[in-house]
């Protein structure tokens, strides 16, 4: 089964106010977790990533949390704006070994931002 | 704009058809990956190369191949389609192949229909 799953699949947001997207991870070995958007009829963009070394890291309007202790991660989304809608991804590296790189994705929650 | 372009946009074919993905990634990226985004699925890692080479697998079938060329677009081959082939596909490219600061991009995806 997945391993890296969301707490809610759908989120509705008034325009300007703030967003937070949940995700659950099982594998405490992963070491990097990356939040993806992605708009319909385009492929997953990149937002914001974290290595297991951090809690915390924030860019512009986004700020993700790392919680290793119970393997929760989070997407902030300040002064949500309509062009925010999108399903977002998190996923997290479970390769191992050197060269090895797979990312495994939890199944997205949209994101609607009502005007 | 990614950087990652996906020839063709869409594809129809039927079963039994074999069907060939292209790939060219980002300006400097080594490394190419295939992912697979159904509907009930969500996003499924498949392979990656790196330079040409085979660096990882995922849930690939073996009807399924893929190979990265001297010039570094990679092409993703598909045989005996089935209508359970029917997805989007992704690829991917990024810099390195295992840096945990060298998040994937994603390219728009071939839309796949098998009839």
């Known amino acids: 089964g997945e391993s890296v799953g969301l707490h809610l699949p759908t989120l509705s947001v008034q325009e300007g106010d703030n967003s937070i997207i949940n995700c659950a991870y099982s594998?405490?070995?992963?070491?990097?977790f990356i939040w993806y958007k992605q708009e319909s009829g385009k492929g997953p963009q990149f937002i914001i990533d974290?290595?297991?070394?951090?809690d915390k890291r924030q860019g512009q309007r986004v700020t993700v949390l790392l919680n290793k202790t119970v393997k929760h991660l989070s997407l902030q989304i300040a002064a949500t704006q309509p062009g925010d809608s999108a399903v977002y991804f998190c996923a997290e590296n479970m390769g191992s070994g050197a060269g090895s790189y797979q990312l495994t994705f939890g199944k997205g929650t949209k994101l609607s931002v009502i005007p | 704009d990614s950087g990652v372009t996906q020839t063709p946009k869409h594809l129809i074919t039927a079963t039994g058809q074999r069907v060939t993905l292209r790939c060219s990634p980002r300006?400097?990226?080594?490394?190419v990956y295939w992912y697979q985004q159904s509907l009930d699925q969500g996003l499924q890692f498949l392979i990656q190369?790196?330079?040409?080479?085979?660096?990882a697998k995922g849930n690939i079938l073996e009807r399924f191949s893929a190979q990265q060329f001297p010039d570094l677009h990679s092409e993703l081959n598909l045989s005996s389609l089935e209508l359970g082939d029917s997805a989007l596909y992704f690829c991917?490219?990024?810099?390195?192949?295992?840096?945990?600061?060298?998040?994937?991009?994603f390219g728009n995806g071939t839309r796949l229909t098998v009839t």
């Open positions: 991917a490219s990024s810099v390195a192949t295992g840096t945990a600061n060298s998040p994937l991009h």
């Open positions: 974290i290595r297991s070394n951090m």
């Open positions: 190369y790196y330079n040409g080479e085979e660096r």
């Open positions: 594998n405490s070995a992963s070491d990097y």
């Open positions: 300006s400097g990226d080594l490394s």
